[in-house]
Structure formats: C-alpha cells, structure tokens
C-alpha cells in the first residue's frame, strides 16, 4: 500500500478506460428504468450544450459539433439526449452531431492534414 506522502505527490488522473465504465453504470441503471440516472444523463447532455452555446455566443460559425472519445461513443442514449438538447439551444439553427468512432489521435491527424494542404495551396497561388 502507498504511504499518505506517496499519495499526495501524485496528482489524481483516472485511467481513461475506468472513465468510461463508470459511465456506462447510469446508462445502464436509465436503461434499467432509473429516473434518477436517466436525469444525470440530461443533465450531462444538458452540460455539453450549453457549451456548445457558449461557442456560439463567442462567434463560432458552422453547424457541425464533432465529439469524440469513448465516453460519447459507447453510449447511445447519452449522443441520443445530446443531440435532443443542441436542437433546442438556438431556435432556427439546425446543429448537426457528428460522432468520431475513430481513435482518438485521428481528431489531431485530421486538423493537421487541412492544415498542410490548405499552406501547400497558398504557396502555389
């Protein structure tokens, strides 16, 4: 076992694959018929929209939220609830919710590669 001191010079990072076990278990108690459970998935789907808003309100242009990662990929019912509440958060704009099912260093791959080809471009003209 660690010793207290041991503990506190390690700062707390939980391992991304008992993330997403952790959140599975309200997904599953929802699906199960839990109100309660059903209610902290739509307050988390509630959460991830308002940002999305904040975006917007800061100047954010497009229709497109992109999210990735294996929280939002293993469970539907909270990509479901998102996409429910980004309907509702600017009356008139139609927001379209796109899911990378990819690993995650294609979110970075994929920026990058817009980005050399859009400078190779530049330079040509």
Avoid at 79 to 87: G, K, Q, T, V
């Amino acid at each position: 076992m660690m010793q207290r001191s041991e503990l506190q010079r390690r700062p707390h990072r939980p391992h991304q694959s008992r993330t997403g076990d952790r959140a599975r278990r309200p997904c599953a108690a929802a699906d199960a018929g839990s109100a309660l459970a059903a209610g902290v998935i739509a307050a988390a789907a509630g959460h991830l929209a308002a940002l999305v808003g904040r975006l917007l309100d800061r100047g954010a242009v497009g229709r497109t939220v992109v999210t990735a990662g294996s929280v939002i990929v293993g469970l539907p019912r909270l990509a479901d609830e998102l996409r429910a509440r980004l309907a509702t958060i600017r009356p008139g704009l139609e927001l379209d919710l796109r899911i990378l099912a990819d690993a995650p260093v294609a979110g970075a791959v994929t920026p990058a590669r817009c980005l050399l080809v859009t400078e190779a471009a530049s330079r040509r003209s």
